[in-house]
């Protein structure tokens, strides 16, 4: 194998001239914002009101789904990471809402024949409370007219002849009872306790006293007590037959009386009722109030002046089990105003912020009385969002709904049949039972629900009926261009926040400072981010620095400083890694060169910030069949996508050097001092280039670092954090010393993506650092070891060492003589490779 130095007097020495062909200029690592500092005041000037940047595909989904009059037609918005992504949401169903009719009240009403089972009426806006109202009014007015109408003359009158006529009728029995008595030998007489008896007559004569009647009894003889007794037993028979006639004329007249009283209680209930239903008009408020007013002449007891025994509440149960807020007078009369439109001007649009069961689709509340008894009634159903937006729009966050227990069943019936029934979700139904199962009521409805792209795709594949509810999909865009529409909106959006919370104005450079930092988020310099959180917040911490420094203006100084001290709050592990790195506890090589070694860059994420870690990544190569094995993915620290890249680095070899003679060697690779898991494919190019210094013997520059995927051709291809990688490397170099010869290598489709802090664009101008742009390996390779790549049939260059090595060792593993057959391919031109492929969009 070639020693570190067979093929360099200096590495580096060869590649002074091409490095600076390919290299960066301190112009092209940073984007500028597209207008001039004196246009983004102009722009700040111009201030409206809060408006949602760059999303008006987003909203016109929305607009079409709301101005379709169809099921299915409801919204599923994705992106929404903020408030003024919501906020521009409801502002757009406010607008579209106002001009749209106002809907109607829905109350429940006491159902008399079946009071399990409450009864939905709809009403028009506002007669909902005025029927609560009015029946209230109804009852009070019955209890004051009843005991009145019951005390007038005419009243008493009728009554009393009632009475007179019973009496007479009663009186006729008892004189009939007492001749027919007489006839019999008897007379009829009543004992102290009331009961009436038979006394015999002697001569016509009752006896005076009761020793006269024992004296007259004595004188009989015994046919004469036979006789005695046999017509005092008639007698006592047709009492009784008397005595039922009696109680037959008493149920007549308690009859007839109640006749009267309900004669008299219909002048004062059925003209309040006929009020009621010509005012309303309502079909289901005139069957309501004819079985309300049914239902008062029945119960006319109740409504006497004082308490009425046996009618203390609903099913007669004794006062002192309830308490008075719980069991109100006349309870069964009461309107439930479930939906209450009174005071509401168009459609209503409700933000349900805390999507549980009980606030999305209502409930049936339960009180416990004295004896702990849990009791319920119609008066105590609630709505919920879910019902108060019937003809109107619901948003709620689904991601939060979807985990709460019932709500996407219920949600998904309730749409998907119109008609929501309301009920209290119980997971032991066995222990909690309401009693109550009101009538399901009609609600249309428009639902828009926030959720993340994910939860997206996870319903539309795997929810049969989710296509088919949520046929609108309106997808908030993270960036768009950055136009100068854009950075103009990003000015007025600043003035604005300025404006509203009382800070300092911003001037141009520090509005300019801000659009750059909204393309650094968006992750390429031609675009910037449509979320405007992260740029309020940027703005109202410069805020804060300029009135530290008692200054009249945010400057683009007050920016930067506001940039970094957020750094600074977040950034202690990426500190200590520097430090463990300056002490070589981490050993990164800075200097030299080494065969199989190379820096290779990776991106942690500490929450809420994230930044570039350079690691070693080192490459051994020896005779076998294992190819190539990844120390990663043995101890089960690497992720399926760092695995492909692996397998990527076998499909080019074999493509490459592979096309003469089986490859037949066995390598390593390995991210050393790596103990947490690793994924990605953005160190593929790192870890070939490891491989191909291994299998060549030269050695690769350890002042530069490598980031790229590969592809099986050779084609670096972009990556995801390019600018955290690269600032890493820098802060590390500057930690253990700036040489001028430092930089790092990245895809050259990353350039694009390039917002680089000022202090490394100034070190780059200085040429204290260097960032070199590649396309394929084979520039890389020459960056790296400053030994041409060439060709495999081109002697000294990298692909002829590693081709010439591979066919070593391929011979060197097939099987000696002795009767077996040796095979050797007929060397073959390897193919042309095509062109490379258009690089992707970076992972974000």
């Known amino acids: 194998m070639p020693s570190e130095t067979d093929h360099s007097p200096d590495p580096g020495a060869n590649l002074q001239t091409a490095a600076a062909a390919h290299e960066l200029s301190a112009a092209e690592l940073r984007g500028l914002a597209p207008l001039a500092p004196a246009e983004l005041e102009k722009a700040a000037a111009n201030v409206t009101d809060e408006q949602l940047l760059g999303q008006d595909r987003a909203l016109d989904a929305i607009r079409l789904a709301i101005g379709i009059q169809a099921p299915g037609y409801n919204v599923f918005a994705t992106g929404v ?41 709809y009403l028009k806006p506002g007669q909902g409370r005025d029927l609560r109202d009015r029946m209230t009014d109804l009852v009070n007015y019955v209890r004051e007219q009843l005991p009145k109408a019951f005390r007038q003359e005419d009243f008493d009158q009728e009554r009393n002849a009632l009475r007179d006529k019973y009496n007479k009728i009663a009186q006729d029995l008892f004189n009939r009872l007492e001749a027919r008595a007489r006839e019999k030998g008897f007379a009829i007489n009543a004992a102290p306790n009331g009961q009436l008896i038979f006394i015999p007559l002697f001569d016509g004569k009752m006896p005076e006293n ?10 009989l003889t015994d046919e004469q007590r036979a006789d005695l007794a046999k017509r005092q037993g008639e007698l006592q028979e047709e009492f009784l037959g008397v005595v039922r006639r009696q109680q037959e004329i008493m149920q007549e007249l308690v009859k007839d009386i109640r006749g009267i009283e309900r004669a008299f209680a219909s002048r004062v209930i059925t003209p309040a009722i006929e009020g009621l239903s010509r005012h309303f008009d309502n079909p289901a408020v005139t069957d309501y109030l004819r079985q309300v007013a049914e239902h008062m002449l029945k119960h006319l007891d109740r409504f006497r002046e004082g308490p009425a025994e046996g009618h203390p509440g609903p099913d007669n149960a004794p006062p002192m089990m309830m308490s008075e807020q719980a069991m109100p007078l006349f309870p069964e009369y009461q309107v439930n105003l479930l939906v209450d439109n009174s005071e509401r001007k168009g459609a209503p649009v409700i933000d349900e912020s805390a999507p549980t069961y009980r606030n999305l ?144 104005p911003f001037d141009g450079a520090a509005l300019a400072r801000i659009v ?43 920016v930067e400083q506001a940039l970094r001290e957020r750094i600074l709050r977040l950034n202690y592990v990426e500190e200590e890694l520097r430090r463990l790195i300056a002490e070589r506890v981490i050993i990164v090589d800075l200097k030299g060169s080494k065969v199989g070694q190379i820096n290779g860059l990776a991106v942690i994420d500490v929450g809420g910030y994230a930044f570039g870690r350079p690691s070693r990544v080192t490459a051994t190569v020896a005779l076998g069949q294992a190819g190539i094995i990844n120390i990663e993915r043995e101890a089960r620290l690497s992720g399926s996508t760092h695995d492909k890249g692996i397998m990527i680095l076998s499909g080019f070899l074999r493509y490459r050097f592979g096309q003469e003679f089986p490859l037949a060697m ?76 430092q930089g790092v290598l990245l895809p050259r489709s990353n350039v694009n993506n390039l917002m680089l802090q000022p202090e490394l664009v100034d070190a780059v101008r200085q040429g204290q650092f260097h960032i070199y742009p590649i396309d394929n390996i084979d520039m890389g390779i020459e960056l790296l070891t400053g030994v041409k790549a060439g060709t495999i049939k081109e002697p000294g260059t990298i692909n002829y060492l590693v081709h010439q090595r591979l066919k070593r060792m391929s011979e060197q593993t097939r099987p000696g003589a002795g009767g077996e057959m040796r095979v050797i391919a007929e060397p073959a031109a390897p193919p042309k490779p095509p062109a490379p492929p258009e690089p992707p969009t970076p992972p974000r």
Not at 90 to 99: I, N, P, Q, T, V
Not at 480 to 496: L, N
Not at 540 to 546: G, K, N, P, T
């Open 666 to 741: 066995s390598a390593s690779i390995c991210f050393e001092q790596s103990y947490s898991g690793i994924d990605g494919d953005s160190a593929s190019s790192t870890e070939l280039y490891a491989l191909l210094s291994a299998l060549s013997g030269v050695p690769i520059r350890q002042d530069l670092a490598v980031t790229g995927s590969v592809d099986q051709y050779g084609t670096v291809q972009a990556i995801g954090g390019a600018n955290e990688k690269i600032e890493s490397f820098y802060h590390v170099c500057k930690v253990m010393g700036l040489t001028g010869t």
């Open 361 to 504: 689709f209502g409930t049936i509340e339960r009180w416990v009385d004295p004896m702990g008894r849990a009791m319920t009634n119609f008066t105590r159903i609630i709505a919920g969002s879910f019902q108060r937006a019937h003809h109107g729009f619901l948003v709620i966050d689904l991601e939060d709904a979807i985990v709460e227990p019932g709500v996407w069943k219920t949600l998904k019936r309730s749409l998907r049949t119109g008609f929501m029934t309301i009920e209290t979700f119980e997971p032991f139904q066995f222990f909690f039972s309401s009693g109550l199962k009101p009538e399901p009521i009609e609600i249309r409805n428009k639902v828009i629900v926030l959720g993340t792209r994910y939860l997206y795709n996870l319903l539309y594949f795997y929810d049969t009926d989710f296509p088919e509810l949520f046929k609108v999909k309106s997808e908030i865009r993270p960036v768009i261009d950055a136009e100068d529409d854009a950075v103009r909106h990003y000015a007025a959006r600043v003035a604005w926040l300025a404006r509203k919370e009382q800070l300092p």
């Open 516 to 558: 750059e930092y909204g393309m650094r988020l968006a992750g390429e310099r031609g675009r910037v981010l449509t979320q405007m959180e992260p740029i309020d917040d940027l703005a109202r911490e410069a805020a804060y620095f300029a009135r530290a420094a008692g200054a009249a203006e945010v400057t683009a100084q007050q």
């Open 210 to 219: 009761p020793e006269m009647l024992q004296r007259e009894m004595s004188r």
């Open 81 to 121: 990471r903020g408030s003024a992504e919501r906020e521009a949401i409801l502002r757009l169903l406010r607008d579209k809402a106002a001009s749209m009719p106002t809907p109607g009240d829905w109350v429940y009403v006491n159902n008399f024949q079946r009071p399990e089972a409450p009864i939905a009426v």
